[in-house]
């Protein structure tokens, strides 16, 4: 049974103030006299419509073997329960949780195994019935002061309990509390941004780049968290989006926003343990502006030997709009020697709606310098080199 991810809103929570629909760039949000809707056929997951809904009714995600259409949905007066006659999943346990891991992570072509070099992960340690609880190490911002986004660098210390994790993994957040039905709140998922040793060698603790969304419940709990505070975590999750652990790889990671957590993971490795590796890093990074860049500062700081930084700023005054995979053609030569070896892994992370423009802007590489991407593609997914985790 296939399973696809679909996006609804709760009827309960929306107070109908029509913002999604006009935030919505394709269409995909329409509205009778009884509910917002969203048409699964439309909806590009570019979750564009996210942040500007003052409720948070609009962030809800459900794994379905049928989508629900726009009429089913228009006579809703509640987000329906998991239903096995319809396939519906919602997201509450660790395997539910693996399985909406396993749907972020399958690109076009089909999801792919782990890199060859890469660990055996740790999965499904700790579950919602048996968390385990870390400390506030840290809550820090990491965007200006007066960026329109709000992400922070969460430290978690995890003091005597295991909690093995290694680079592009991801944990979850147990948020305290019930919904309006009284049910505890789901398991909200973040992607781990320290290297497997942690934020500190010898200490035992990670760290989260999470970004506030207005009404969203997990987000403004763990962007509030002080020092000190108690969490529930439960996990690990996540067995193929791992870094390659060959230092002869060259990895070129392309991400917005909170998507460069695992790449922070990934490039704070190599800069620990294989400063001088033969194999290079590459990271596209785009965001707005420079103060709307999560670790611009510590990123800009790196030395050019470690990392080749190319970041894409879309909304600067005075300047055109440049988006990722403008930069991945902007260096199209360089690109397409790394794409020529097989020791070449590509990594895409963050919002649904780059990864066709990642994919269209890497077939004009492979054109250009005599390449098929759609069959370089398939070899570099099965063979663990090429792993996208979108949402």
């Known amino acids: 049974m296939e399973l696809r991810r679909q996006h609804l809103i709760d009827p309960v929570v929306c107070i109908r103030c029509n913002t999604c629909q006009e935030a919505c760039p394709v269409g995909a949000i329409t509205h009778d006299a009884n509910n917002y809707v969203v048409s699964f056929d439309k909806c590009e997951s570019c979750r564009a419509c996210v942040s500007p809904c003052p409720t948070g009714a609009i962030d809800n995600w459900l794994l379905v073997d049928r989508p629900w259409t726009i009429d089913e949905?228009?006579?809703?007066?509640?987000?329906?329960?998991?239903?096995?006659s319809h396939g519906a999943t919602i997201v509450e346990t660790p395997s539910e949780v693996s399985t909406l891991l396993d749907a972020?992570?399958?690109?076009?072509g089909g999801k792919a195994p782990a890199p060859a070099s890469a660990p055996q992960p740790f999965t499904n340690v700790y579950s919602r019935e048996t968390p385990v609880t870390a400390r506030v190490a840290g809550n820090m911002r990491i965007t200006d002061a007066g960026a329109e986004s709000d992400i922070r660098h969460v430290v978690?210390?995890?003091?005597?309990?295991?909690?093995?994790?290694?680079?592009?993994?991801?944990?979850?957040?147990?948020?305290?509390?019930?919904?309006?039905?009284?049910?505890?709140?789901?398991?909200?998922?973040?992607?781990?941004?320290?290297?497997?040793?942690?934020?500190?060698s010898g200490y035992n603790n990670l760290a989260l780049t999470v970004k506030r969304v207005p009404g969203g419940v997990g987000s403004n709990y763990v962007c509030d968290l002080r020092k000190d505070d108690e969490v529930r975590v439960v996990g690990p999750f996540g067995e193929s989006f791992l870094m390659p652990d060959d230092?002869?790889?060259?990895?070129?990671?392309?991400?917005?926003?909170?998507?460069?957590?695992?790449?922070r993971a990934m490039t704070e490795r190599r800069r620990r343990?294989?400063?001088?590796?033969?194999?290079?890093?590459?990271?596209?990074?785009?965001?707005?502006?420079?103060?709307?860049?999560?670790?611009?500062?510590?990123?800009?700081?790196?030395?050019?030997?470690?990392?080749?930084?190319?970041?894409?700023?879309?909304?600067?005054?005075?300047?055109?709009?440049?988006?990722?995979?403008?930069?991945?053609?902007?260096?199209?030569?360089?690109?397409?020697?790394?794409?020529?070896?097989?020791?070449?892994?590509?990594?895409?992370?963050?919002?649904?709606?780059?990864?066709?423009?990642?994919?269209?802007?890497?077939?004009d590489i492979c054109r250009l310098n005599g390449l098929d991407w759609a069959s370089l593609r398939e070899i570099m997914r099965r063979e663990g080199r090429y792993h996208v985790e979108t949402y």
């Open 156 to 200: 978690l210390d995890f003091q005597a309990n295991a909690f093995p994790v290694l680079e592009g993994q991801s944990i979850g957040i147990l948020p305290p509390g019930t919904d309006d039905k009284g049910r505890p709140h789901n398991i909200r998922l973040y992607s781990v941004a320290s290297p497997r040793e942690g934020e500190r």
């Open 104 to 108: 972020a992570t399958t690109a076009t």
């Open 73 to 84: 949905q228009f006579g809703w007066e509640e987000l329906p329960e998991s239903m096995p």
């Open 247 to 263: 230092p002869d790889s060259n990895i070129v990671m392309i991400c917005t926003g909170t998507g460069s957590a695992p790449f």
């Open 273 to 363: 343990n294989h400063p001088d590796a033969p194999g290079r890093l590459m990271l596209f990074f785009g965001a707005r502006s420079p103060g709307e860049l999560p670790y611009f500062g510590p990123l800009m700081k790196l030395p050019k030997s470690l990392i080749d930084v190319n970041l894409a700023f879309s909304r600067v005054p005075d300047q055109p709009r440049q988006y990722v995979q403008d930069k991945l053609r902007e260096r199209s030569a360089d690109l397409a020697v790394l794409l020529r070896s097989a020791a070449t892994h590509i990594f895409i992370c963050g919002l649904k709606g780059m990864e066709q423009g990642c994919d269209e802007a890497f077939a």
